[in-house]
Structure formats: structure tokens, C-alpha cells
């Protein structure tokens, strides 16, 4: 049975920082590209950072360039997406995804409120 997990979510004031994490289970966790989207209300979802399954590359969003910072723990299974700088416009819903051509998982979500 295929499980993301996410977790660390919670309440911040500008500026300060959140580390979430995204435990998975039930499929081959080394050579799934983990990412991470997030979903503010009233707007689509829309990917904020990617790792591959080696963890040699990453990619962000231009939003969140050098304030996010995704990594992966294949021992562990765990992806993991530190949020420094954080704006109240990062404030959403924020979901762990796992892709592998045809395949793809979702996690249900941790929230992130940022205040001003």
C-alpha cells in the first residue's frame, strides 16, 4: 500500500522557517523524483521544488529560489523541503508528490500559514 506522508506544517511569522517532511512507504522510494507542490486558496496548484531519485539535482520554483531547499533521505524514505525566508504569500496548502513515468502518488497535505 503506496503512503506519503507529510508532516511539519504549522503556523509562522515572516521571516522565520519550516522544515517538512514527506515519509513514504509501499513502493520503491530510490528512484521516484519526489516533489513538492503547494495550493494556496483560490489558486491552482503549482510545483514548488523536485529532486530526483539519486538526489543530484533539483529544481525550483522562481518563487522560492534560494529560500527552499528540498532534499531526499533514500535510507529513510524521506523527502524533506526546509523553508527559510518565508513570505505570508507562501502561505498554503503544501503536498508531497512521488513520480515514476506512469506512476504517481500524492500525499494529503500539511498546512503553512505565514503572518505578517
Known amino acids: 500500500q503506496v503512503q506519503l506522508v507529510e508532516s511539519g506544517g504549522g503556523s509562522v511569522q515572516a521571516g522565520g522557517s519550516l522544515r517538512l517532511s514527506c515519509a513514504a512507504s509501499?513502493?520503491?522510494?530510490?528512484?521516484?523524483?519526489m516533489k513538492w507542490y503547494r495550493q494556496a486558496p483560490g489558486k491552482e496548484r503549482e510545483l514548488v521544488a523536485l529532486?530526483?531519485?539519486?538526489?543530484?539535482?533539483?529544481n525550483y520554483a522562481d518563487s522560492v529560489k534560494g529560500r527552499f531547499t528540498i532534499s531526499r533521505d533514500n535510507g529513510k524514505k524521506t523527502v524533506y523541503l526546509q523553508m527559510d525566508s518565508l513570505k505570508p504569500e507562501d502561505t498554503a496548502v503544501y503536498y508531497c508528490?512521488?513520480?515514476?513515468?506512469?506512476?504517481?502518488?500524492w500525499g494529503k497535505g500539511t498546512l503553512v500559514t505565514v503572518s505578517s
Open positions: 508528490n512521488a513520480r515514476y513515468f506512469a506512476e504517481n502518488y
Open positions: 509501499g513502493f520503491t522510494f530510490s528512484v521516484y523524483f
Open positions: 529532486i530526483t531519485g539519486a538526489g543530484s539535482s533539483t
